[in-house]
């Protein structure tokens, strides 16, 4: 599927949601090793992450 947007804002907002979720996922490991996050509280961040970029598309 390819996603089509109608502006830069969209692009802009997706790459934003895409760089949050990279960065938690690539660092998971150690940010429940760390104690930086439960594993509840890492899936509260990446839920936050989406929830944040469908906001900001349903604010244009």
Request: proline share 0%; charged share 35%; net charge negative.
């Given at each position: 599927m390819i996603a089509m947007f109608n502006n830069e804002d969209?692009?802009?907002a997706q790459e934003?949601?895409?760089d949050e979720l990279r960065n938690l996922f690539?660092?998971?490991y150690?940010?429940?090793a760390e104690?930086?996050?439960?594993e509840a509280e890492f899936l509260q961040a990446v839920l936050d992450a989406?929830?944040?970029?469908?906001?900001?598309?349903?604010?244009?």
């Open positions: 969209e692009l802009k934003v949601l895409l690539r660092h998971e150690f940010l429940k104690g930086w996050y439960s989406i929830s944040d970029y469908l906001e900001e598309l349903l604010q244009e």
